[in-house]
């Protein structure tokens, strides 16, 4: 169901600039929560941005995701700037999140969350909906089945099938049967398609932030923020969450990664980017960071938080 | 349905010009003072749907109420008290002062009804706000209806009748000019009004900023929670809140009597009406804000009446507010008992 | 005493939880038919207790009937009217119950759309009155109701985009107040301008035969079934429409935005957008509504369309269980009727209704028939320990 991103050995060779902070620096009153911050994020891969708690971690990701918009300098994402439009629109752009306290829509099942992502790829809308008249042709298997063994009940799958075939089916409700298809695959794929039909609130934490995950990746983002989605997680869950991750990046997508766990940013980013006050120390593979003095310096003012 | 209880000064016939400047401008002075005088009121009623905003982020629909109640809580005691028409200065204001309390009495006893049957039990369930208004519009009609069928007729001495009165009020003070600026006559109950508002505010204000219970109330306002957990006992502020509220529309009643010397069981309504628009104004949950909306609003509608029909006050106070909080989501001086959450 | 109420409540909630979940649990065929009795029993209602046709009646059914007490309402024009809120809670349920808007000027809608056919379709409406000396034309010429429909619908839609477009930016408790000053304004406008009919109204409002006159064979002045069946058709085709609407995608990025607005906009819904979308939609209906009313009453006054009537369409919304369409529709039921029957009591009627209401939101704060969701939601909020120590 998913786009595969193109990402042969070839590109990789020479990456393609996805994300680009170019000297951003973002000023509350008088004080300064980001400073001069210059990075950028190529396509396909999967960059930590950490830091001690207070090093403008949050703030960053947010003048990314546009919901900050920089005192000076620029986020630019495929080229186009980010700042200033409405979240909607940076979503359509190929941005999507997760919060760091988790922002699921409690009464929807979890089935209806990421049906409420996979929407935002729709394009039938309000008109759509309430007459249905936008018919489209449907693929072979698309068409209703004859299957039952009720000879009347026969006949009447029998006459929805042929109308099908002359008439067509609504666009919105192709859209309707495909948004469901990806988003049971996509509960699946995160693992908590057991329980598709529960309400999102009634679900526990573990299942919530992978949830979170799911709703946001069917928006088809091309780049998936996720903030501190290890938060309240054993080691167990984080190894799990790990392999998640993982996951899906082999699906081709590229991941912002923000988090203060150390090991876990180690044993999964390829990049990572270290902010201390508002200001990047240190960049790079997670082996020259780790061994960074600056950085060690930063996370020993915090021992309880690098382990 | 039922007419308005709202007497309206009216300027001249019905207007021949659509717009009539000259009325306007030709009088500035005098309008500004009629509007004030106006506003001080609705700035009174304001304050207490600012408080309960403030502390609970809810509307007290039947704050309207509170204050017709108190408009005949001072009624009763003054034909209680066998009160004639124009007594002696002296006998006046001893008057004026029990009015006073006991309009602030009766509608602060209202208003902590009001807490406990209609909010109480539904605070405890954390229950949605439209819920609130809900039972707070049946419990203002219920007062409506219980002054309109029984309690009006008590309160003016003629028992428990069955009839929609509307009950004259005996003149205290006679309303005659006692200054004179830039063309306005200025009457004395003119002044006591804006004068009496300023004083209640100033007095609310030292009690909210100064007192302990005020700190009280400002930190539920901030975080209920926090509050909570640093021991501020969340029930009796909110208490002192609705009590706080009901003595402000118990002076503002008292104005009202004095202003207009007629009471009626629906007169809450329209005025309830303005106070919380005067109060959005303002910025909602901000006590000087409501102070300045009450007074804008009242100046807003003697220009509007003026400058064409009286019946286009309403539109024009509504426009107002709609530009205003367009252009100013929080209204004119923001929020901030509780902190602006927009 | 709040005790034994709450003990009987309790009870009721039992019995009404339990047939929601046998409702859902029957099979598909089974739910069909009987929802066919159902609309069959609707249209058959103005004879309750009367068998047409014949001269038998079936006793016990008669005492629902309004004009069955002394000066008692005609049956069916009380049915209309229950009709016509009916259609008025659809519509404001999918700005309250669905979108989570609060809408306190609801009426100005139903006036938009009554005053379009009373200023379009009416022979003796200034409006109208002004074509007719522009054009020469002869002074009984006026727009067809036919066409006053689509009229209505677009002036009343237009009217929701108007209001929404400024203020659903504005928070939920502000929306409150702005939406409150709508509704005063549309009635005010129309009682102080001349094009209006001012405070006297306009008359000659006219019905699918044309301008009202006892030579109408079937929406005529004297027998309101017919008035009553129209409605109830046009109350079904609404319901269908909105059904789409709730479970489509239109409907989910509503519920989206009322559970969190922010996390819906970073999801790809634009609030905006879905928000007046639903303002126009019930805007729409309330105009339907309010063009019905205006062609079975010939004629309006602006005095009708005050804020109380804004105030009971709300109520009518929440009492019977915001957010589920067959819950809205008995609260509207309910609030259209319970006052007819009780005509008796008149004296005491608006004070029965003020005790109901607060005595069904403190016992039953989700509605008569709640929506599963409302329900879950509130016992989830009873649960949490409060924030009271």
Avoid at chain 1, 209 to 238: H, V
Avoid at chain 1, 273 to 279: D, H, I, M, N, S
Avoid at chain 3, 296 to 314: C, D, K, Y
Wanted: hydrophobic share 50%; proline share 5%; aromatic share 10%.
């Amino acid at each position: 169901m998913l786009p595969k991103q193109k990402t042969s050995p070839e590109d990789a060779a020479k990456p393609e600039v996805l994300l680009e902070v170019d000297g951003v620096t973002l000023r509350f009153g008088g004080v300064v929560a980001l400073d001069d911050l210059s990075f950028n994020l190529y396509k396909g891969e999967i960059l930590g941005l950490i830091g001690p708690n207070g090093a403008g971690k949050t703030t960053c990701f947010n003048a990314m995701t546009g919901v900050y918009r920089p005192t000076s300098g620029a986020v630019r994402f495929d080229g186009q700037q980010v700042s200033g439009r409405k979240p909607h629109r940076i979503n359509q752009m190929g941005i999507a999140r997760t919060f760091q306290n988790i922002r699921l829509f409690p009464e929807m099942t979890a089935l209806e969350n990421v049906l409420v992502g996979a929407d935002s790829q729709h394009r039938t809308s309000v008109v759509g909906a309430l007459f249905r008249l936008y018919r489209v042709k449907p693929k072979p298997e698309e068409l209703p089945t004859v299957d039952s063994a009720n000879g009347l009940v026969r006949l009447w799958q029998q006459v929805r099938r042929s109308s099908a075939q002359v008439f067509g089916i609504s666009r919105h409700t192709l859209e309707e049967r495909a948004g469901e298809r990806k988003a049971y695959e996509l509960l699946s794929f995160v693992g908590i398609d057991d329980r598709a039909n529960d309400l999102a609130r009634n679900l526990p934490y573990g299942y919530q932030r992978r949830l979170e995950i799911a709703r946001a990746l069917a928006t088809e983002p091309k780049l998936l923020c996720l903030d501190e989605p290890a938060a309240g997680f054993n080691p167990a869950e984080k190894e799990e969450l790990l392999e998640l991750i993982r996951k899906i990046r082999d699906r081709g997508f590229t991941v912002l990664l923000i988090e203060h766990d150390m090991r876990l940013v180690m044993g999964v980013t390829d990049r990572i980017v270290v902010l201390e006050f508002g200001k990047k120390i240190a960049e790079g593979a997670p082996a020259e960071v780790r061994d960074n003095p600056k950085v060690i310096a930063a996370y020993l003012g915090e021992p309880a938080d690098a382990a | 349905m039922r007419g308005r209880g709202f007497p309206r000064p009216r300027n001249g016939a019905k207007g021949e010009k659509p717009v009539n400047f000259d009325a306007l401008f030709g009088d500035l002075a005098q309008h500004t003072v009629d509007g004030l005088s106006k506003g001080a009121i609705y700035a009174l009623v304001a304050l207490g749907y600012t408080l309960v905003y403030g502390v609970l982020r809810l509307i007290n629909f039947a704050h309207s109420e509170i204050f017709m109640v108190g408009t005949f809580a001072i009624l009763g005691t003054w034909s209680l008290l066998g009160v004639a028409d124009n007594p002696p200065i002296g006998m006046a204001i001893v008057y004026l002062l029990i009015g006073l309390v006991v309009g602030a009495l009766a509608s602060g006893a209202t208003a902590l009804t009001v807490e406990r049957v209609a909010y109480r039990r539904l605070r405890r369930m954390n229950a949605p706000p439209l819920i609130f208004l809900i039972t707070a519009i049946g419990l203002s009609l219920v007062l409506v209806e219980l002054f309109a069928l029984w309690m009006a007729g008590f309160f003016s001495g003629r028992g428990f009748t069955e009839n929609r009165l509307v009950i004259g009020i005996p003149p205290l003070l006679k309303q005659e000019t006692v200054l004179s600026v830039a063309g306005a006559d200025i009457t004395n109950v003119q002044i006591i009004m804006v004068v009496a508002a300023l004083v209640m505010l100033y007095g609310l204000d030292q009690f909210i900023n100064r007192t302990r219970y005020g700190r009280g109330v400002r930190a539920v306002a901030q975080s209920p929670d926090t509050a909570a957990l640093m021991g501020v006992h969340q029930d009796r502020v909110i208490m002192l809140v609705f009590v706080l509220g009901g003595l402000m529309a118990g002076a503002a009643a008292l104005l009202w009597n004095m202003r207009y010397g007629i009471t009626k069981f629906d007169i809450g309504f329209v005025v309830g009406l303005k106070a919380f628009t005067a109060a959005v104004l303002g910025g909602i949950g901000n006590l000087r804000g409501a102070l300045l909306g009450g007074l804008l609003l009242g100046v807003i509608e003697v220009y509007a009446a003026t400058l064409t029909r009286s019946t286009w006050e309403d539109v024009a106070a509504f426009v107002v507010l709609v530009v205003v909080l367009i252009f100013r989501p929080t209204g004119l001086l923001g929020e901030s008992l509780g902190k602006a959450r927009a | 005493m709040t005790e034994a109420l709450r003990q009987i409540n309790e009870r009721r909630r039992h019995v009404l939880g339990g047939m929601g979940d046998r409702w859902r649990a029957l099979p598909r065929w089974q739910r069909w038919l009987t929802l066919l009795a159902g609309v069959a029993f609707l249209y058959y209602l103005p004879f309750l207790g009367d068998i047409p046709g014949t001269n038998l009646i079936i006793p016990g059914l008669d005492w629902f009937r309004t004009d069955s007490i002394d000066g008692g309402a005609n049956w069916a024009g009380v049915l209309f009217v229950c009709a016509l809120y009916v259609l008025v809670a659809v519509g404001l349920n999918v700005v309250i119950g669905l979108a989570g808007l609060l809408d306190l000027g609801y009426v100005g809608f139903y006036a938009v759309g009554a005053y379009s056919v009373a200023l379009f379709g009416s022979a003796e409406s200034p409006v109208v009155g002004a074509l007719q000396e522009q054009f020469g034309l002869s002074s009984d010429w006026a727009i067809a109701w036919a066409i006053c429909i689509p009229i209505a619908l677009a002036f009343s839609l237009v009217a929701g985009v108007l209001l929404g477009w400024p203020t659903l930016r504005l928070r939920g408790d502000y929306l409150a107040i702005v939406t409150l000053g709508f509704g005063e304004i549309i009635r005010i406008v129309a009682k102080n301008s001349g094009w209006a009919g001012e405070a006297q109204g306009v008359p000659g409002i006219p019905g699918p035969e044309g301008p009202p006159s006892p030579d109408n064979k079937v929406f005529g002045l004297l027998d309101i079934k017919p008035w009553y069946w129209l409605a109830l058709s046009v109350v079904l085709v609404m319901v269908l429409l909105v059904r789409r609407l709730e479970h489509s995608r239109v409907g989910r990025s509503w519920l989206a935005i009322r559970e969190d607005e922010d996390a819906a906009a970073v999801m790809g819904v634009y609030p905006f957008k879905f928000k007046l979308w639903a303002f126009a939609i019930g805007a729409a209906l309330g105009g339907f509504s309010g063009l019905l009313f205006a062609s079975r009453s010939a004629f309006i006054q602006p005095e009708t369309f005050n804020v109380q009537l804004s105030i009971l369409f709300v109520a009518m919304v929440v009492v019977g269980g915001s957010g589920n369409m067959a819950g809205v529709a008995v609260g509207a039921f309910l609030l259209a009727y319970l006052p007819e029957r009780f005509r008796d009591f008149s004296e005491y009627r608006v004070l029965a209704f003020g005790l109901a209401l607060v005595l069904i939101m403190l016992l039953r704060p989700q509605g008569l028939l709640p929506s599963r969701r409302r329900t879950r939601e509130l016992q989830d909020r009873a649960k949490e320990p409060a924030n009271v120590a």
